[in-house]
């Protein structure tokens, strides 16, 4: 049963730096090709696409890519979100998700962390 964890400080201040770890269990992020995503859900908005990254490959919206990078860990099984500069406007729940294949729907979902920006 795959299973995917978010780990992260929950309150940041304007122009910091935010990381987010993903932990995965039940399978392989270096072996089992998935595009291992970060989806972020504002309050009172929808979800968004941040990036993905897909056998060593990374993807990023087009308008978060100046402020996003994406990373894996192969000796943990782990992968990374990293935003900089974060505003009022980054605040959301942040979502590490499982999809087999790109513009697909997530199949396994963490359940999610709180990331809030204020001053």
């Known amino acids: 049963q795959v299973q995917l964890q978010e780990s992260g400080p929950g309150l940041m201040k304007p122009s910091q730096t935010l990381s987010l770890t993903c932990t995965v269990s039940?399978?392989?992020?270096?072996?089992?090709?998935?595009?291992w995503s970060w989806i972020r859900q504002p309050p009172g908005k929808g979800l968004e696409w941040m990036g993905a990254?897909?056998?060593?490959?990374?993807y990023y919206s087009p308008s978060l890519k100046s402020r996003t990078s994406i990373s894996w860990g192969t000796s943990n099984n782990q992968f990374s979100l990293q935003l900089s500069s974060v505003t009022p406007e980054d605040t959301a729940v942040y979502y590490c998700?499982?999809?087999?294949?790109?513009?697909?729907?997530?199949?396994?979902w963490g359940q999610g962390t709180q990331v809030t920006v204020s001053s």
């Open positions: 039940g399978a392989s992020i270096t072996t089992e090709f998935y595009y």
């Open positions: 998700v499982k999809i087999a294949t790109m513009n697909a729907p997530g199949d396994h």
């Open positions: 990254v897909y056998r060593g490959y990374t």
